[in-house]
């Protein structure tokens, strides 16, 4: 049985949150009681607050994020669970700017309904608010599937590019606007060998065959709608990118921001050989690589897997992207 070097399951998180906070008090602040983190430096000009949140178990995603230039507060929840409402209600109200406060929502039910929620209490309370939803998920983008598209590897650069565009002074309805645009204009698929491990059981969330690989895995270990055997990493990187391409379709002048990220058990040796196949993919296709991340950016706790996500982006995209952050898992 897999097992986490962790005092008890049901103590991995708050044990983890509060040696977050310890590890980078120089960064963020951490509200124990109501559970969410806010950063400790923003921008004088920002005019709303930026927020996200989400489940544990995807780090660093999102109090990693948390600083200047990028969010001003995470709500994080248990493992794979959404926030309280009552968390992101607190956070908002301790960040939102004299023009509200802008929530940055994954497309799944739980976090759909608490964002929801502490909306309305804040609207009660006179705060204005505002949401983007993120929905990048191909495997995902089926009529038959109701709620739509899931959120994942996108949301971390979208909430980079809003972070650089907030830091302009830029308001609340052209950052929802911007915001959507990006979704719309971000893709994401992600495949792995083998399935998380829960920390409370330490069984795997599903069983593959030796060679064979979930195509399409989501991050909380959502099986694919197919399995397929893994093969050699160039055919595998072809048939993601040209799938990612394929649903985007950027014109010739359209450069992309390009992210490989792993899901918790993957090498970085591997995650840059990867890299090179989707830039060699990129390159055969003609398409603009103009910025990208190598690393694990949003994990599915310790699934040996990886996501490929590409941004279709414009100059303003690439200024607000490129403009300085300084979070404790991204920086320059």
């Given at each position: 049985m897999a097992?986490?070097?962790?005092?008890?399951?049901?103590?991995?998180?708050?044990?983890?949150?509060?040696?977050?906070?310890?590890?980078?008090?120089?960064?963020?602040?951490?509200?124990?009681?109501?559970?969410?983190?806010?950063?400790?430096?923003?921008?004088?000009?920002?005019?709303?607050?930026?927020?996200?949140?989400?489940?544990?178990?995807?780090?660093?995603?999102?109090?990693?994020?948390?600083?200047?230039?990028?969010?001003?507060?995470?709500?994080?929840?248990?493992?794979?669970?959404?926030?309280?409402?009552r968390q992101i209600y607190r956070a908002s109200r301790a960040v939102a700017g004299p023009e509200g406060v802008l929530h940055i929502v994954k497309n799944y039910t739980g976090d759909r309904i608490n964002f929801g929620i502490a909306a309305e209490r804040l609207a009660d309370a006179g705060i204005t608010c505002a949401r983007v939803l993120i929905d990048d998920?191909?495997?995902?983008?089926?009529?038959?599937?109701?709620?739509?598209?899931?959120?994942?590897?996108?949301?971390?650069?979208?909430?980079?590019?809003?972070?650089?565009?907030?830091?302009?002074?830029?308001?609340?309805?052209?950052?929802?606007?911007?915001?959507?645009?990006?979704?719309?204009?971000?893709?994401?698929?992600?495949?792995?060998?083998?399935?998380?491990?829960?920390?409370?059981?330490?069984?795997?969330?599903?069983?593959l065959l030796p060679g064979e690989l979930e195509y399409g895995v989501g991050i909380h270990g959502e099986r694919a709608d197919r399995t397929r055997s893994q093969g050699s990493v160039d055919a595998l990187v072809d048939d993601m990118t040209g799938a990612l391409l394929d649903a985007l379709r950027p014109g010739p002048d359209d450069p992309v921001v390009a992210l490989v990220n792993g899901l918790g058990s993957v090498t970085s040796l591997e995650l840059y050989g990867i890299f090179g196949e989707l830039a060699r993919v990129l390159d055969a296709r003609r398409v603009r690589l103009a910025r990208h991340l190598v690393g694990d950016y949003v994990t599915a706790l310790d699934m040996r897997g990886f996501s490929l996500t590409l941004m279709v982006a414009d100059h303003d995209t690439l200024g607000f992207y490129d403009a300085p952050v300084r979070t404790p898992a991204l920086r320059w």
């Open positions: 097992r986490y070097f962790e005092n008890d399951a049901g103590e991995l998180v708050p044990d983890a949150l509060s040696g977050f906070a310890r590890a980078h008090a120089d960064l963020v602040a951490y509200d124990p009681a109501d559970g969410f983190f806010t950063a400790r430096q923003a921008s004088p000009a920002r005019r709303v607050g930026l927020l996200s949140g989400g489940g544990s178990g995807h780090e660093p995603l999102h109090a990693g994020y948390v600083g200047a230039g990028m969010l001003d507060a995470a709500c994080p929840g248990r493992v794979f669970a959404s926030p309280h409402n998920d191909l495997a995902s983008d089926s009529e038959e599937i109701a709620s739509g598209r899931r959120g994942t590897g996108a949301t971390m650069l979208i909430e980079k590019v809003l972070g650089g565009a907030a830091d302009t002074g830029m308001g609340l309805g052209a950052l929802v606007d911007l915001g959507t645009s990006l979704a719309g204009r971000s893709r994401t698929l992600a495949a792995a060998s083998a399935a998380h491990n829960a920390p409370a059981t330490g069984e795997p969330a599903f069983g």
